[in-house]
């Protein structure tokens, strides 16, 4: 893998694509930060070399027009604030001004160009405007795992007009060493934790890490279709009907390839989708008729924490109840704990994709565990066994 350790940008102009697209009021202000501290190290090491950078990344989907609420200046303020130096900005990613902006850039300084997306060509993955943005630089670093599965102009196919000056960022290395410590280099017993509520959007991901791994716990709505398919009472539990015999093909996949699926063996059952909805905790297989099930239950609770703290590398996708309702949140919480306290011990915690990441951050687990992936559909199709554009455009 090279990074942009294996480089001195003393004196060098290097074109950095981040993931800026971060999370906004109604007001604009920036209310998670997390993927502008993320490419932090990467700013760092570049201007500590005697370099320069130039900063692109898209913001929210303007699809191909000029909208001043996604324009990257309103970021500005939180971007200084976060990285604490200086950035300067220019306000188009092509044209004169960019020109000269980026001809003009001193060792040490940082210049933030506009809004890629304000370009269909971005998006369209435009090779000649890939080849524009291409001559501001010596050096392309790609930073931007967020945006790493999207083959678009700045994020792949930019890449080959710098040969053999193009390099992963350190955020980048950092998710990919992750993956591959969960499913190359994992330490045994590995244990993943599949949850969320459609078996249909896990299906790849399991098949692609059966082979690596030595458990697979299964939870929340997306348990339901195997616990139907082996003739459980599911009640008004999430289904889904047409996925029933490939779950049962899953659970044999996994049987001959040793791996030890644990499903739920008891459920917290409503009358009604609603945090208001009268509770109960009942065995699994017998949901009554008009009841759904939308949290774990407690024994399911404390065999998951057996097998988790009997791991030594873990990694977690989705949660295994309706977290979002507080009165549903419990068995995802007691997940939470159990995989900070395997990693208090030694393990090592991968939490990717979507909504268990959400999940972390509202809990605070995201201090207690190795790893949060800061990329959701990036982390997804990375499990799935995908090589992200993003990815292979360096590599290549
Ligand atoms: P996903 O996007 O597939 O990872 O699913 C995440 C969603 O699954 C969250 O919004 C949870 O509320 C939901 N979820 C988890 N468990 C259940 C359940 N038992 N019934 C319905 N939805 C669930």
Redesign the pocket.
């Known amino acids: 893998m090279k990074t942009i350790n294996d480089f001195d940008f003393k004196d060098k102009k290097a074109l950095v694509r981040v993931d800026f697209n971060v999370p906004q009021s109604a007001d604009l202000k920036v209310t998670d930060n997390t993927r502008i501290q993320a490419v932090k190290p990467t700013i760092d090491k570049i201007l500590q070399d005697g370099g320069s950078v130039i900063l692109m990344s898209h913001l929210g989907r303007p699809k191909g027009k000029v909208m001043e609420e996604f324009s990257l200046k309103n970021i500005i303020p939180e971007i200084e604030d976060v990285l604490g130096y200086e950035v300067k900005f220019c306000p188009d990613c092509l044209g004169e001004d960019a020109a000269s902006m980026t001809g003009n850039l001193k060792a040490g300084e940082i210049l933030l160009l506009e809004n890629l997306r304000f370009y269909d060509e971005e998006e369209q993955g435009d090779r000649n405007f890939a080849e524009k943005l291409s001559k501001y630089a010596d050096a392309y670093v790609n930073d931007a795992f967020g945006t790493a599965h999207r083959e678009h102009a700045s994020t792949a196919i930019i890449a080959q007009f710098f040969p053999s000056t193009k390099f992963f960022g350190l955020l980048m290395s950092q998710e990919l060493e992750a993956i591959d410590k969960v499913l190359k280099s994992g330490e045994k017993p590995i244990t993943a934790i599949l949850?969320?509520?459609?078996v249909s959007?896990k299906i790849t991901i399991i098949e692609n890490i059966l082979p690596a791994i030595d458990h697979l716990i299964i939870g929340?709505?997306m348990a339901f279709t195997f616990i139907k398919a082996l003739g459980g009472q599911i009640g008004k539990?999430?289904l889904e009907e047409d996925k029933m015999n490939l779950a049962l093909e899953i659970l044999e996949k996994a049987k001959l390839q040793n791996v030890k699926v644990h499903l739920p063996v008891d459920s917290v059952i409503a009358d009604e989708f609603s945090n208001d909805a009268e509770i109960k905790e009942v065995d699994i297989f017998e949901i009554p008729e008009e009841w759904?099930?939308?949290?774990a239950g407690g024994r399911t609770r404390d065999l998951n924490h057996d097998v988790i703290m009997n791991s030594r590398t873990i990694l977690w996708n989705?949660?295994?109840?309706?977290?979002?309702m507080p009165n549903f949140a419990g068995g995802t919480i007691a997940l939470g704990e159990s995989i900070a306290e395997a990693t208090e011990l030694g393990a090592f915690s991968l939490v990717g994709g979507?909504?268990s990441v959400a999940f972390v951050k509202k809990f605070g687990y995201d201090e207690k565990v190795s790893y949060v992936s800061t990329g959701g559909g990036a982390m997804l199709e990375s499990l799935e066994g995908l090589e992200l554009p993003g990815i292979k455009a360096i590599n290549n």
């Open positions: 949850g969320g509520s459609k959007t929340g709505g539990s999430l759904m099930g939308l949290d989705g949660p295994v109840g309706v977290f979002e979507g909504d």
